[in-house]
Nanobody, 119 residues
Framework: QVELTESGGGLVQAGGSLRLSCAAS????????MGWFRQAPGKEREYVAV????????SYANAVKGRFTISRDNGKNTVYLQMKSLKSEDTAVYYC????????????WGQGTQVTVSS
């Protein structure tokens, strides 16, 4: 069983930056693809970014491409989401998730961290 804990959320002005962290415990996530998702009030959860097991391959939703960067440190069992040029529409609860079997089905989820961007 993997437990994921997000941190780093908060209140930031539009144009600002935040770095989210997702720390894993219970077992190593070094063999799992990892993703970030978000859910804004009144909206469905949406995909934000994904990173491969090795970290060599990443993918982003169009809404965040060029502004967000996903990375991982397998030695620290942690995944990051660097967010820059934040917009009010980025306001959401951000979740990290682990894809254990490499089939784009996320098996483990964190509890989320709130990001609020003021305009």
């Amino acid at each position: 069983q993997v437990e994921l804990t997000e941190s780093g959320g908060g209140l930031v002005q539009a144009g600002g930056s935040l770095r989210l962290s997702c720390a894993a415990s219970g077992r190593t996530i070094s063999s799992y693809a990892m993703g970030w998702f978000r859910q804004a009030p009144g909206k469905e959860r949406e995909y934000v970014a994904v990173i491969s097991v090795s970290g060599d391959s990443t993918s982003y939703a169009n809404a965040v491409k060029g502004r967000f960067t996903i990375s991982r440190d397998n030695g620290k069992n942690t995944v990051y989401l660097q967010m820059k040029s934040l917009k009010s529409e980025d306001t959401a609860v951000y979740y990290c998730a682990a894809d254990r079997d490499g089939n784009w089905q996320y098996d483990y989820w964190g509890q989320g961290t709130q990001v609020t961007v003021s305009s």
